[in-house]
């Protein structure tokens, strides 16, 4: 089992910056494929970013792409969100993911372990 715990999330004007880390505990394994999901109330979880392994290959959703980054530390096993130029469509609960499949386009059902999340919200 791999715990995962999100925190860096808050209250932030549009235009700003946030870090969200992600803290894996447990059988943790830095062969493990981490990602970002955010899901919005009323609408369904969706991708926000992926990192291989080694953190040498990542991939983002379309709507974030130039703006958020995706980094890990396999030493301190924590994975990390750093968002940029903030805009009020990004207010969403932010999960972190581990699984073992590398893919361009990742779905839900890939990945074995989530956090429980951490709320951003930005404001207009």
């Known amino acids: 089992q791999v715990q995962l715990v999100e925190s860096g999330g808050g209250l932030v004007q549009t235009g700003g910056s946030l870090r969200l880390s992600c803290a894996a505990s447990?059988?943790?394994?830095?062969?493990?494929?981490m990602g970002w999901f955010r899901q919005a109330p009323g609408k369904e979880r969706e991708f926000v970013a992926v990192s291989n392994w080694s953190g040498g290959s990542s991939y983002y959703a379309d709507s974030v792409k130039g703006r958020f980054t995706i980094s890990r530390d396999n030493a301190k096993n924590t994975v990390y969100l750093q968002m940029n130029s903030l805009k009020p469509e990004d207010t969403c609960v932010y999960y972190c993911?581990?699984?073992?499949?590398?893919?361009?386009?990742?779905?839900?059902?890939?990945?074995?372990?989530w956090g429980q999340g951490t709320q951003v919200t930005v404001s207009s």
């Open positions: 993911a581990a699984g073992r499949t590398w893919t361009t386009a990742p779905r839900l059902s890939e990945f074995d372990y």
């Open positions: 447990g059988r943790t394994s830095s062969s493990y494929v």
